[in-house]
Structure formats: C-alpha cells, structure tokens
C-alpha cells in the first residue's frame, strides 16, 4: 500500500511540474496575460489530473475513508492509530497546532481504502490530554471499537474522538450503545472540515489538492458542497489571484454561505488591493462587508481604512476613522501584543503625529510601551521608533490571506506623508 502509494505521489507531482511548465511556457509566448490567469490555468489543469488519478486509485463504488472529529472542548490529541479487521492502517501524531486547529473547525482523514460491501471491525487508540489553565494538564487516552457496515458507493465514517472520562452523560443516556453514539456516516461531509484543518495548518498546497477532489474534473455539472467556494476564494487569495478569488466570493454569496466567512473575505479581497498599492479599488471591496460584522472584523475594517487613508497621505481622514473605531470598541490601552484593539492604537498615533497632532500622539506611544515594556517593537522603544521612523505603519501578520487566520504578531509598513522627521523631536 505505502509503494503504491507513493508511486502515486511521485506520478502526481512529475505531472504537476508538466502542467506548471507547459502553462508558463505558453504564458511567456503571450506575455500580455496575466501572471493570475496562467495560475488559473494551471489550477484547471491539475484538476482534471488530479480527479482523474483520484477516480483511477479509489473508484467511487467501492471507496470508503476515515475520519475523525473532535467532539470535546479543550481536549488536546497528541497521537492516534487505527486498525482495521485487526490490520494496523495509520499511525499519526499532532502537533499542539494541529490538535488546535482539530479543535477549531477541522477534521482529518486518518485512512482512505477500497471495500467489498459488509462489516468491518474498526478500533482506534488515542493519547492527549485536557488543558488546564494554570494547573497541570490531565493526560487521558482512550479507545473505540467497533463495527462498520461498508455498501456499494463512496462512504465516509468520521468518529468523534470523545474519552469516556469527558463525554457528557446526558448525551448517552439517550443512545442504545456506545457504538451507536460514536460514529455517524456520510450524513456528514467531512471532506471540506479537512480542508480547513489542512489551511490552518499551513498546508496550502495539501488543501488546494483535496478542494480539487472535492470538485471533480472540469466537466463536472453537480453543484459543489455549501462552503466549497468560501475555501476556494481562501486559496485563490493565497495565491494572489484576485479576479478568481471575486468570483468564489460572490459563487459563495449565491450560495448564502456563511456571513461571517464572506465578510473576511471581502476584508482579505481589500487586503490584497491594499497590498497592490490599488487604494479606490481596496475601498470599494470594504462597502461589499455586511454592516453587521462580527467586532474583531470591524476593529480590522476600520485599521484597513485607515492605512488606506494613510497611504495616500490622508491622516486627518484617518485619524477619525481610527477614533471612531476605538471608542465603539472601547479600546483598552492593556491589550497584549498581538490583538486588533494594540493596533489601533497604535496606528491612531501615527495619524495623529502625522497629521500635526504630537503632543496627543506621543502621549498614546507612551502608554503602549508602559503596557508591553517585554516587546522590543511596542515596549522602551515604540516611541523613539516611530519618531525616527514615522513613515511606518503597524499591520497585522495573519496566517491565512483573508484575515481571518490566527494573528501571528504585528509588521510594519510604509505609508505616505511627512518625512520632516525634526518636527517630530
């Protein structure tokens, strides 16, 4: 199984490189398109590759996959294997990020096998532990056996991963067995949970691969799961491709997808706008947000606008923004390095400084360093470093292009206006 497996991967990627030479190939002989629509191109490509290699190793009347579902609060999993009809199948351990992203919204696919219709016997072990705020976390392990009935046709079993110490008894008092309360079967599509559990682990190009499964060849005329178009406008703005990246987005509003997830979009759209230098075009994409937006989005809606202002040497405009920002959402000068209400804050100053407004600008640096005195950026130096460089705004650092991926720390960005830095001494 893994050789042939891995000669699977090796033919993928040997087509890969192909499609991605052919595509460039062709580009530089039409040097008027764009470097989006050869990326596009070649994503279409691997598509049809890639669905006609998944169609040729699991073909669907017989395909069956694995999968597992984290199904309590603050439970950490740290490995996990799983048998089948008594024959070891995966092993795999995680990593404190993973665990973290299984948590949040993902899931992952432990083994994916072709099946003769019946029953099969399924055990799984597994080792994590229950995180505790300042007391030392439980370590608890655990297993789940049991007998799945495979039919003709594709099938997907997840299996919540739920330790008998941590399951709510309520919940099995309503179920006949164990078994009956530990599974589910294709009700649920567990295939778009690993995509974002993929994408939150920086395994872009992993996600980009099972999105394309998700969707089948070029050809395909059945309507792609809700939520499918959302992951695909996430990798399309990873990958710098706006055009493709609209059109998901808007495939996803047609599809009254989630609202949230659309407004990070739209934010990850203006971003990228913002990031190109095309400011009208930036601010265009920020009136498509739904009004309602959730208060971390607002907080990152109104910072965008006003590095939009900034950079094209607007700091009063900005300044307000700014202002009415923090007083809708109460700002506090304590926050830790890393939060939006920080860098608000701090860009607030900036626009004060630079549109004349020292004293109040300089009054605000002070107290963000008295607050994260351990940060070299923020701490002693955030006042000395923006009045030496106060050309420099503060930006968030996501790990996801539509900024909505944990934040990862701050940068700093050029932005316009004075560069009379004695006034500012």
């Known amino acids: 199984m893994k050789s042939s497996k891995l000669r699977w991967r090796t033919r993928l990627l040997m087509a890969v490189t192909a499609v991605v030479l052919s595509v460039i190939t062709a580009a530089s002989a039409r040097p008027e398109r764009s470097i989006s629509n050869t990326k596009y191109e070649a994503s279409q490509a691997l598509r049809d590759l890639v669905a006609q290699e998944f169609l040729a190793q699991y073909p669907p009347e017989s395909r069956v996959s694995v999968y597992i579902d984290m199904s309590v609060r603050h439970y950490m999993l740290e490995s996990i294997s799983l048998t089948i009809d008594e024959q070891p199948r995966a092993t795999r351990t995680y990593s404190k990020k993973q665990a973290s992203a299984l948590l949040q919204r993902g899931a992952d696919r432990l083994f994916r096998f072709n099946a003769e219709p019946g029953k099969h016997r399924v055990q799984i072990e597994y080792n994590g532990y229950l995180a505790r705020p300042n007391i030392k976390n439980l370590a608890i ?14 099938q997907a ?16 008092s309503a179920k006949d067995s164990r078994e009956q309360w530990n599974w589910k079967t294709e009700a649920d599509d567990p295939r778009l949970d690993l995509v974002r559990y993929l994408l939150d682990t920086d395994k872009k190009f992993e996600a980009l691969i099972e999105l394309l499964r998700v969707a089948g060849p ?8 809700r939520g499918f178009h959302t992951l695909m406008a996430q990798i399309y703005l990873d990958l710098g491709m706006r055009k493709q990246a609209q059109r998901a987005i808007l495939d996803a509003r047609r599809q009254d997808d989630d609202p949230e997830a659309l407004a990070g979009l739209w934010i990850g759209l203006a971003n990228l706008d913002y990031a190109r230098g095309q400011y009208s075009k930036a601010q265009q994409v920020l009136a498509y947000v739904p009004p309602n937006a959730q208060p971390a989005q607002s907080a990152t809606i109104a910072d965008l606008q006003a590095r939009i202002f900034m950079a094209q040497g607007q700091f009063v405009q900005a300044a307000e923004v700014l202002a009415n920002a923090m007083q809708t959402l109460e700002v506090n000068a304590n926050k ?39 940060q070299p950026m923020l701490g002693g130096d955030c006042l000395k470093n923006c009045v030496t460089a106060p050309h420099r705004v503060m930006y968030p650092q996501r790990s996801r292009a539509d900024g909505t991926g944990q934040n990862e720390g701050f940068g700093r960005r050029a932005c316009q206006g004075h560069k009379d830095r004695e006034r500012l001494r």
């Not at 110490?165 to 099995?172: A, D, E, I």
């Not at 070029?218 to 799961?225: K, L, R, V």
């Not at 020292?358 to 640096?365: D, M, V």
């Open 218 to 225: 070029s050809d395909e005329s059945e309507a792609p799961p």
């Open 141 to 154: 392990s655990d297993a789940l056996k049991l007998t799945i009935e495979t039919k003709p046709g594709s």
């Open 157 to 172: 079993f997840i299996m919540p991963i739920a330790p008998e110490l941590l399951r709510p008894t309520r919940s099995l």
């Open 336 to 374: 830790n390095r890393g939060s939006p209400e920080l860098q608000l804050r701090y860009n607030y100053a900036v626009a004060l400084i630079k549109s004349g407004n020292l004293e109040q600008g300089r009054e605000i640096l002070a107290g963000i360093g008295r607050a994260n005195s351990d």
